[in-house]
């Protein structure tokens, strides 16, 4: 079945540029060829497969923007295998994972499947005012202990309990990382070390990883021989095309794409404009508000005002009447 069909109807018309852009990234990500991707380079029990196999083992639809975070009602919705639909979390509002999906892998020498459930999140800043990896592990938290009731439970008369806990992955895509941390990838694990003494046993206790993959808000990938960082860092660059990342995204590394998911690439750029243009007119226009201001203290003749405001070459272009507009603006303020 061809993925993605008609992702264009998931961003409706009337929504601001950054809420489509934002649901358009989060749509390009969730495309299972490209997630295929991704897996294989970070998830460990994906690296001795190919892109094809890994595809195929992700089960279901993948869900974008759909699963709340909190564990409190995560099983009050649909109970599926472990992908949980609702959540709450109160102290930020409703809050929902990026994107949710499972991978259900073959076990090895014929052992029962690996069902590994996995949360994939992008994060324009890399140093939001806290620690990222915390963050991390506390979204790998709220997927282990949303499993209760649904892959595990803790009844007496249940001889497994708490073995049935499936792992989980957080990975975390920083599309703006500052250069000391750019084209590299973090893991965070449970580690297993002797306070005092030594024992043969092997229990089971890898049951998460926090990863996150830093992209350079430059865009340059020179230097990083991960071509999965070279991919990501092609498909977030604003000074690349639409078109030109779609060649890229398939002629270079490889990638199937749909029509559908083509024009997501597209809306990309078209989105990521629109909102860098409104950001700088809304600048420009502060500026501008602030100069006459600023002018009127000492020129009070408007022509006067307007040649000096002009001479300025941020605003040589300001026209009369948006000038004069801020001019009676101050006025009556003043």
């Known amino acids: ?89 109160n102290e930020e509002g409703l809050d929902r994972y990026d994107i949710r999906t499972y ?51 803790t009844d007496s008369n249940d001889p497994v309990k708490y073995g049935n806990i499936k792992k989980v992955y957080s990975i975390w895509l920083c599309t703006k990382a500052a250069q000391i941390r750019a084209n590299s990838i973090e893991v965070y694990s449970i580690d297993k070390s002797f306070l005092f003494g030594s024992n043969s046993d092997d229990p089971r206790y890898d049951i998460l990883n926090a990863i996150i993959i830093y992209i350079s808000k430059n865009h340059d990938h020179e230097n990083a021989e991960n071509e999965m960082i070279r991919m990501l860092t092609d498909l977030f660059d604003k000074r690349i095309t639409g078109a030109e990342k779609v060649m890229k995204l398939k002629s270079v590394y490889g990638l199937k794409m749909t029509r559908e998911v083509e024009s997501e690439v597209k809306g990309l750029c078209t989105y990521a404009d629109a909102i860098e243009n409104e950001a700088t007119a809304k600048e420009n226009e502060r500026g501008l508000k602030a100069l006459v201001k600023s002018l009127k203290v000492y020129v009070k003749d408007f022509d006067e005002l307007y040649i000096a405001v002009t001479n300025n070459e941020n605003y040589e272009n300001a026209s009369r009447e948006t000038v004069m507009k801020y001019y009676n603006e101050t006025t009556v303020s003043s």
């Open 1 to 89: 079945m061809e993925q993605f069909t008609g992702l264009g109807k998931a961003i409706v018309a009337t929504d601001p540029d950054k809420i489509r852009l934002d649901m358009t990234v989060k749509n390009i990500l969730a495309y299972k060829p490209l997630l295929a991707r991704i897996f294989k380079e970070v998830v460990s029990e994906c690296r001795d497969m190919n892109y094809d196999e890994i595809e195929a083992c992700i089960e279901g639809d993948v869900l974008v923007s759909k699963v709340y975070i909190d564990s409190g009602l995560t099983n009050a919705g649909e109970r599926i295998d472990g992908l949980n639909t609702e959540a709450y979390l």
């Open 103 to 153: 991978l259900r892998l073959p076990g090895k020498g014929g052992s029962e499947f690996i069902k590994l459930i996995i949360n994939l999140e992008a994060q324009n800043e890399d140093k939001p005012g806290y620690d990222l990896p915390l963050r991390a592990l506390f979204y790998c938290c709220r997927m282990i202990s949303a499993q209760q009731g649904v892959e595990f439970t």
